[in-house]
């Protein structure tokens, strides 16, 4: 079926019609290069980022900013955090929202100023993914590249979904497990496209590049050869994980076929160019994230403070009690 799937997506004048589409991204991606929109490099080096929190960690009011040591300032996870695609390297910069084999459900809050940390919240409750066995909560580090933006209120090309109006998914395959709110570089190695509830949801497949296995992968194959069943548990996982909470499981676009790291590094281009055009106020429409920003100084969004920094504390408050149901299994068919 991939095959034929194949043959006949990529044949005769829709080849040249999606080449021809392909080519001209490129060339606006590359004027936009030229001439951006604004100032779009940030104040902040990693280096000088740390984190501040306020409220209690698993608990509706816990909220994890950024913070610029070297400003003083708290900034934003979405817009400050700077990208960083190297696309020789094939490399950008990371934030961490869920640590693999965990359950709770932090994302990056596309509504609040400064965009922090919060753990997703239904009916009043913070939201813990179940155990889909044999896996025990996330099957990846779990986070989001900054300065992406799938965008809602554009279909795209090849698949004619909208986005799902956050930044680009990202799943880091490295041995560390990584911290809520930590930034790391990766490199970047493939892709796959979730639709959820009808709603394209790219999950970018990327490891640590401090991670000793960095050096031997440059490309998706390499990850079906050096880390076998990886990437099958991978797609198995994201297509069944909301069939325990009663919802329909996933679709994965493409036959479930990943992207390759070079079509990947275009991807993020892309969406790139998407986040740009929705800090510069150019994507109107309702319901988008909030685009305050310490560091776009030429942005509608941009503001000398976000958040009173002295309101926060560098070290949380004891953590509330996970809810003990969290343990519990589930089975699901691979049908």
């Given at each position: 079926?991939?095959?034929?799937?194949?043959?006949?997506?990529?044949?005769?004048?829709?080849?040249?019609?999606?080449?021809?589409?392909?080519?001209?991204?490129?060339?606006?991606?590359?004027?936009?290069?030229?001439?951006?929109?604004?100032?779009?490099?940030?104040?902040?080096?990693?280096?000088?980022?740390?984190?501040?929190?306020?409220?209690?960690?698993?608990?509706?009011d816990f909220k994890k900013y950024s913070?610029?040591?070297?400003?003083?300032?708290v900034i934003s996870y979405f817009h400050d955090v700077p990208l960083g695609l190297?696309?020789?390297?094939?490399?950008?910069?990371?934030?961490?929202?869920?640590?693999?084999?965990?359950?709770?459900?932090?994302?990056?809050?596309?509504?609040?100023?400064g965009n922090p940390i919060t753990q997703d919240v239904k009916d009043g409750k913070v939201r813990f993914v179940k155990n889909l066995f044999p896996y025990h909560g996330y099957v990846h580090n779990y986070g989001a590249f900054p300065q992406t933006w799938e965008d809602p209120t554009t279909k795209?090309?090849?698949?004619?979904?909208?986005?799902?109006?956050?930044?680009?998914?990202v799943c880091d395959?490295?041995?560390?497990?990584?911290?809520?709110?930590?930034?790391?570089?990766?490199?970047?190695?493939?892709?796959?496209?979730?639709?959820?509830?009808?709603e394209l949801d790219w999950k970018i497949i990327v490891i640590n590049v401090d991670d000793p296995m960095a050096k031997e992968l440059h490309d998706i194959h390499?990850?079906?050869?050096?880390?076998?069943g990886l990437l099958e548990a991978t797609r198995q996982?994201?297509?069944?994980?909301k069939v325990p909470d009663g919802k329909p499981k996933n679709h994965i676009a493409f036959n479930g076929k990943f992207k390759t790291q070079q079509e990947t590094v275009e991807l993020l281009e892309e969406y790139h160019s998407a986040w740009k055009r929705l800090v510069s106020g150019e994507t109107k429409g309702e319901g988008l994230p909030n685009i305050s920003n310490t560091t776009l100084e030429n942005t509608p969004g941009f503001t000398s403070s976000?958040?009173?920094?002295?309101?926060?504390?560098?070290?949380?408050?004891?953590?509330?009690?996970?809810?003990?149901?969290v343990n519990l299994i589930y089975y699901s068919s691979n049908d």
């Open positions: 079926m991939m095959k034929k799937f194949d043959a006949a997506f990529k044949s005769g004048p829709q080849l040249r019609s999606l080449g021809m589409a392909r080519a001209l991204d490129r060339l606006a991606l590359s004027k936009q290069h030229l001439n951006p929109t604004g100032n779009f490099t940030p104040a902040a080096s990693l280096s000088s980022l740390a984190s501040l929190n306020e409220g209690t960690k698993y608990s509706p913070f610029d040591e070297s400003t003083g300032k190297d696309t020789s390297n094939r490399t950008a910069n990371m934030i961490a929202e869920i640590p693999r084999w965990s359950n709770a459900k932090f994302e990056i809050n596309a509504k609040l100023p795209d090309r090849e698949l004619s979904l909208y986005g799902d109006n956050d930044p680009l998914d395959i490295g041995d560390e497990v990584l911290e809520t709110g930590a930034i790391k570089r990766v490199k970047i190695l493939g892709s796959m496209a979730l639709v959820d509830s009808g390499d990850v079906y050869v050096r880390c076998p996982w994201f297509r069944f994980y976000l958040v009173n920094p002295s309101s926060l504390k560098k070290s949380q408050e004891p953590p509330a009690d996970i809810p003990s149901d």
